[in-house]
């Protein structure tokens, strides 16, 4: 393993890049102490929730893969001729081994999912530049307040973007502006130095999610999911009746307009994901991306990454960086990125992790393997380290029980 980790950092890859182009030169990723102290879990989780929904899929297949190798190995490693008496209490053990591996996959799996963990954020921002997350939800959402995230509201959201380094968040609750997502004129008790919330609403229109930024009034979504006509109806008046910024959601506008994007932009589209952290979202390839941002671009629409946060987790996969400064209240901090977004395709800087993506190379069902090589390979040298004391630690206990034992038997006058 430590052959293979060290590999992995000759071709070593940055962790950080951006999509759009550009250089990250000065940003990182900022590690806090527990996060480094115990890398291999925390390192792993990351690496997991920033898995694609097909790439999930290939996760659970490829556990399930390498638990029957494993067994069949041992069984073949441990061969002894087992009597007809015995062949019950073997199925037993192996049933118990199944059922103790399951309880701690499913184990980590809901400390990884629920556990608001410390996280890693951006550091080394160039001065003048926000950090910027442009959809985000709270328990006011239905898929949020029906769900174990029932308690992630207005301050757990504001509180999971600042561990993750952010200075703003948009607020984009479904089809409700409630109180929770409009900016007021004074900052909740506790928010010192905590992100500034920024007010939206993400409209369920006809076969799209289109997030509406900025302070809108109340949205009837009923009159905009009806035919391909009402979704054009919200593109075309969001800014003249709501006062706001359309950005098409992911993965919707992939699923269902994918050869009408530029239908969307002639009806007055502001801006696109490229970047979703749900795992749904994240099944974007590369190729689809790029053919957006190269639309974007001749278009004039900014385009963003965003963490679609629904509470779950404590990875943050993506930033954007915007001119502004984070001085001032809310409303003033909300209004000055909304202004420099109507400067179009320049306007946003997206930072993005690296990952094991959907077009990877790897193939489904060896992902439980790649997101290991794709973790190690994007690490620095700290993580790297505290991973090789991890594997060592094993041997080096073993070690000491044997010396221990050897000391124990020499001083009985026992030859080991």
């Not at 809108?216 to 009746?241: C, E, F, I, M």
Request: proline content about 5%; overall charge positive; charged content about 20%.
């Amino acid at each position: 393993m430590s052959a293979i980790l060290l590999a992995a950092r000759v071709v070593a890859i940055p962790e950080l890049s951006e999509p759009v182009g550009g250089v990250t030169a000065n940003l990182h990723l900022r590690t806090p102490v527990l996060f480094l102290i115990f890398a291999p879990v925390f390192t792993l989780w990351d690496g997991i929730s920033m898995l694609s929904m097909s790439r999930l899929k290939g996760f659970l297949i490829g556990l399930a893969l390498l638990y029957v190798a494993w067994r069949i190995a041992h069984a073949w490693l441990s061969r002894t001729r087992v009597e007809p008496s015995e062949r019950r209490s073997a199925w037993l053990r192996e049933l118990g081994t199944l059922a103790l591996s399951s309880a701690l996959l499913v184990g980590v799996v809901l400390a990884g999912a629920l556990w608001h963990r410390p996280m890693r954020s951006l550091a080394g921002v160039p001065p003048g530049d926000l950090v910027v997350d442009f959809h985000s939800h709270t328990n006011v959402s239905h898929d949020v307040r029906n769900t174990l995230m029932r308690g992630y509201d207005r301050a757990a959201n504001q509180r999971w973007h600042g561990r993750a380094g952010f200075d703003a968040a948009f607020v984009t609750d479904h089809n409700l502006v409630s109180h929770e997502s409009r900016v007021t004129s004074h900052e909740p008790q506790g928010a010192a130095g905590l992100p500034k919330l920024c007010p939206g609403i993400e409209v369920s229109a006809w076969r799209a999610h289109i997030v509406l930024l900025g302070d809108t009034l109340p949205v009837d979504q009923r009159r905009y999911n009806g035919s391909l006509d009402a979704l054009l109806t919200l593109l075309q008046v969001s800014d003249t009746a709501y006062g706001a910024l359309s950005v098409a959601s992911l993965p919707e506008y992939r699923r269902n307009h994918w050869g009408r994007l530029d239908t969307l932009v002639a009806a007055g589209v502001d801006g696109f994901e490229i970047v979703n952290a749900s795992p749904k979202a994240n099944d974007f390839t590369r190729a689809e991306r790029d053919s957006v941002i190269a639309l974007a671009r001749a278009s004039n629409r900014f385009v963003v990454g965003v963490s679609d946060s629904h509470g779950w987790g404590a990875t943050s996969m993506v930033w954007n960086l915007v001119r502004g400064s984070s001085e001032g209240s809310a409303r003033q901090v909300c209004d000055g990125i909304l202004r420099e977004l109507r400067g179009g395709f320049p306007a946003v800087r997206i930072i993005e992790r690296h990952r094991l993506r959907p077009d990877d190379w790897w193939p489904a069902w060896l992902t439980p393997i790649g997101v290991v090589w794709e973790t190690w390979r994007s690490m620095g040298w700290p993580l790297t380290i505290s991973w090789l004391a991890w594997i060592w630690l094993g041997p080096a206990l073993r070690a000491g029980r044997l010396r221990v034992h050897l000391r124990t038997d020499s001083a009985g006058g026992k030859i080991a």
